[in-house]
T-cell receptor
Framework: EAGVTQSPTHLIKTRGQQATLRCSPI?????VYWYQQALGLGLQFLLW???????NRGNFPPRFSGRQFPNYSSELNVNALELEDSALYLC?????????????FGQGTRLTVV | GESVGLHLPTLSVQEGDNSIINCAYSNSASDYFIWYKQESGKGPQFIID?????DKRQGQRVTVLLNKTVKHLSLQIAATQPGDSAVYFCAEILNSGYSTLTFGKGTMLLVSP
């Protein structure tokens, strides 16, 4: 069975541009989580989607947004990119809410803003 | 030994030693904790979890200890192997209803053959 897949693996953008990152959860998983992992730091929670709805949002500006599609895949959009947005963006999926079900992570998208 | 600075805390051990990785969590109301392992170029991988009604849980070669009094978690790895070299994160759930995992900054474990 395929795990959580993210695309692209690497993405290079210039400051001010927009980036779109994609995540396909494990089949049957309805919850998708997005985390930002800046170099040398822990994972910072960005967004949680479940059944197509945004359930929770971390402490990030509105230019970080996303959505979940009917097939439960998800997209993270970052507008007006800034240099400090350079990070590994990780997506995780779970069968239910974390605490009731294990969250499985993808390998991430490395976003570099120049 | 263990060092803390601008970079990740690092624990260096010899193959075969037992390793202990520590984590201070932030919220006394957290009721579920998970340890993750992240190898270079990969996403975090679940190792072991523990709920707040327990103080110890054992897995294969790993043990998690929870001390709620001082808000402290530890991960013990027995007979550490070079393949255990990775960054280890503890994570807590601050509010089960909103299902948000809050991660610590991580500890790098380096295992020398």
């Amino acid at each position: 069975e395929a795990g959580v897949t993210q695309s692209p693996t690497h993405l290079i953008k210039t400051r001010g541009q927009q980036a779109t990152l994609r995540c396909s959860p494990i089949s049957g998983h309805t919850s998708v989580y997005w985390y930002q992992q800046a170099l040398g730091l822990g994972l910072q929670f960005l967004l949680w989607y479940d059944e197509g709805e945004e359930r929770n949002r971390g402490n990030f500006p509105p230019r970080f947004s996303g959505r979940q599609f009917p097939n439960y895949s998800s997209e993270l959009n970052v507008n007006a990119l800034e240099l400090e947005d350079s990070a590994l963006y990780l997506c995780a999926s779970s069968l239910g809410t974390v605490g009731d079900a294990e969250a499985f992570f993808g390998q991430g998208t490395r976003l570099t803003v120049v | 030994g263990e060092s803390v600075g601008l970079h990740l805390p690092t624990l260096s051990v010899q193959e075969g030693d037992n390793s202990i990785i520590n984590c201070a969590y932030s919220n006394s109301a957290s009721d579920y904790f998970i340890w993750y392992k992240q190898e270079s170029g990969k996403g975090p991988q679940f190792i072991i979890d523990i709920r707040s009604n327990m103080d110890k849980r054992q897995g294969q070669r790993v043990t998690v200890l929870l001390n709620k009094t001082v808000k402290h978690l530890s991960l013990q790895i027995a007979a550490t192997q070079p393949g255990d070299s990775a960054v280890y994160f503890c994570a807590e759930i601050l509010n089960s209803g909103y299902s948000t995992l809050t991660f610590g900054k991580g500890t790098m474990l380096l295992v020398s053959p």
